[in-house]
Nanobody, 114 residues
């Protein structure tokens, strides 16, 4: 299992920006896919975005054009840049890493509210 530590969650006003980070305990070059899910109260966990080791990305329709996922394999870190945030983006954001098995971070709270 890969250990993952997220950071960057906060309270932000609608229209604002946040950058989430997730550091892995293993080399980024050995992790196939890294990405982010989120879960709001009463809702199922949903995929937000992921990025492969070679840099191929995929996004949920609800965040396309607003969120950008990136990774630094040398630092074993994946990022989620979130712009034009909306109240419906409020959720706990979970980092994950896929190496044949899937590992999860502890989650970081993002709250979008005025």
């Amino acid at each position: 299992q890969v250990q993952l530590v997220e950071s960057g969650g906060d309270l932000v006003q609608p229209g604002g920006s946040l950058r989430l980070s997730c550091a892995a305990s293993e080399s980024g070059f050995s992790i196939n896919i890294m990405g982010w899910y989120r879960q709001s109260p009463g809702k199922q966990r949903e995929l937000v975005a992921f990025i492969t080791r070679r840099g191929i990305t995929n996004y949920a329709d609800s965040v396309k054009g607003r969120f950008t996922v990136s990774r630094d394999n040398a630092r074993s870190t994946v990022y989620l840049q979130m712009n034009s945030l909306k109240p419906e983006d409020t959720a706990v954001y979970y980092c994950y890493a896929s190496t044949g098995t899937t590992s999860w971070g502890q989650g970081t709270q993002v709250t979008v509210s005025s």
